[in-house]
């Protein structure tokens, strides 16, 4: 059996490898967001996989945390240098706000980063779309971030910098502080030299994720993918014995850390009388009182695979007709990117969708899918977990999914199926989930009916096995392993 990793696990490896040196995490998104409703100042946590996997490792680490201030209200909260202590309740370490004018914003988050980089790296049929001025913002505000993180070195430090937004960032950094020590995480997949061939800036951003001295993705086959593409793209070294390049005289390991949630901390709070009593009144609010459940729980994009999810919904009815009037299909999907056109228009088919289906085969007292629209709180994530028979994960593609590992730490009444994607990158952990493909309609409605049909002790038992890997694989793992392949590095390897 693995050892389990637990925060106290990573408190003491921090403090033991990081002496005095600072630890300093860099992301697009902030952790907690203010924003204004009906004048009152309101605190609110974001629907991101990232936010919720690093929010305990900073809470267990300390440490400062840099992102984009994206709240209405979020200016009125902070110091004059930005900074407010965090999580607003008790405090355990410090987030630093960076500013961006609308523009900024649009062409940096909404173009570059979510109408060129995301489907470029995503197989979703999406065409990616690359705009000069966008590229122009991206690099301008990766320049911004990396000027509010050089403001707060002092000494020794460890940078850990997050995901596609920030592509230019380490080499920014590691150009203006050789020996800080750099790592990057890339959270979503990497695509094949082919496919990133297509991007107009592939050679600087691959050159400014060189910059790192460790890039970690999900999964061994996106590391293989980024090996190949600088292979394809630059005249570096690529070691794939060692999964090291070495471009222009500086060494980048590429390693796979599968990212993980607060297992025992789900666990918990899934048992806790708050989530009993949310179950309630969510039965109540949405006439959820039928005998089966199925859940769909995303961010509303396109590569979540949410219409081929309800298509198989409707053609599951179709084909097992003795299932009308007892399942429900819960899809909840929290708004994302709506200033994106395509994000909108996904919005609005996925209601159509939804209202087509309960037109065509719904009763005066039974509608067979309920949209749940609002942002939810964590403790109705958790009630939604709770209430449902099977989850459903039919995303497209997926760096990891999050999603599908918390639904399995919320189960520890061992109840539930989870339904997986055979392209989330979580399905090459949870090999006890059924494994559905999002492309196959028929495919998914079959495997709809076996998890409503699975005979109680192969459901117990397939749950305990993932109970075992989710809690294995957890957050800490995650961090710890990464920080850890960091932090030993010797001093001489940092600079090039
Ligand atoms: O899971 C990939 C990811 O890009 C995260 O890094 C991000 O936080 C999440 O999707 C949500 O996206 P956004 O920050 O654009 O709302």
Not at 150 to 162: S, V, Y
Request: one cysteine or more; proline letters at 5%; a neutral charge.
């Amino acid at each position: 059996m693995m050892e389990v990793w637990n925060e106290s696990h990573l408190a003491d490896l921090l403090r033991e490898r990081l002496g005095d040196a600072q630890l300093v995490v860099v992301s697009n998104r902030e952790p907690y967001v203010h924003s204004l409703e009906e004048g009152q100042v309101r605190c609110l946590r974001p629907a991101s996989g990232l936010v919720t996997a690093l929010d305990p490792v900073l809470e267990a680490a300390g440490g400062l945390w840099v992102a984009h201030g994206g709240g209405a209200a979020d200016r009125k909260v902070v110091d004059a240098e930005g900074k407010l202590a965090v999580p607003p309740e008790a405090p355990r370490y410090t987030l630093k706000r960076v500013w961006l004018t609308e523009e900024e914003e649009a062409g940096y988050y909404d173009g570059l980063a979510n109408e060129a980089l995301w489907p470029l790296c995503h197989i979703a049929y999406v065409r990616p779309i690359f705009r000069e001025a966008d590229w122009r913002h991206y690099t301008q505000v990766n320049r911004l971030f990396a000027r509010a993180v050089l403001e707060e070195l002092d000494g020794e430090a460890c940078i850990w910098l997050q995901d596609y937004h920030l592509g230019l960032l380490p080499r920014l950094l590691k150009e203006a502080r050789p020996e800080a020590r750099i790592g990057h995480f890339w959270h979503i997949p990497w695509p094949t030299p082919e496919v990133f061939g297509l991007a107009p800036w592939r050679r600087e951003l691959l050159e400014g994720l060189l910059g790192a001295d460790v890039l970690g993705f999900h999964i061994r086959c996106h590391c293989d993918n980024f090996l190949d593409t600088v292979a394809r793209e630059l005249e570096a070294r690529v070691d794939r014995e060692t999964s090291t390049i070495v471009y222009r005289g500086h060494a980048t390991r590429v390693r796979p850390f599968p990212i993980g949630v607060d297992f025992e901390r789900i666990t918990r709070d899934a048992e806790g009388p708050a989530v009993r009593e949310e179950m309630e009144r969510l039965r109540n609010r949405y006439g959820l009182h039928h005998e089966l459940i199925g859940l769909g729980l995303d961010r509303i994009d396109y590569t979540k695979g949410i219409a081929e999810r309800l298509a198989a919904v409707e053609r599951f009815l179709q084909m097992f007709p003795e299932y009308r009037k007892r399942i429900v299909f819960c899809q909840a999907g929290v708004p994302s990117r709506t200033r994106i056109g395509r994000y909108r228009a996904l919005g609005v088919r996925i209601e159509r969708m939804a209202r087509e289906i309960n037109r065509r085969h719904g009763t005066p007292e039974w509608q067979p899918v309920c949209l749940i629209r609002e942002h939810l709180s964590p403790v109705q994530i958790l009630a939604l977990y709770r209430m449902a028979h099977c989850l459903v994960v039919s995303s497209l593609h997926d760096g990891m999914n999050l999603v599908a590992k918390e639904y399995v730490a919320a189960r520890s009444d061992l109840g539930g199926t989870l339904l997986l994607s055979r392209f989330a990158g979580a399905a090459r952990e949870l090999q006890e989930a059924l494994q559905i493909n999002p492309y196959d309609v028929e495919g998914m409605a079959r495997r709809l009916r076996d998890a409503l049909e699975m005979p109680p002790g192969e459901r117990r038992l397939r749950m305990e096995r993932l109970r075992l890997t989710v809690r294995e694989q957890n957050i800490y793992r995650w961090a710890g392993t990464m920080l850890d392949a960091l932090l030993r590095l010797p001093r001489k390897e940092l600079v090039g």
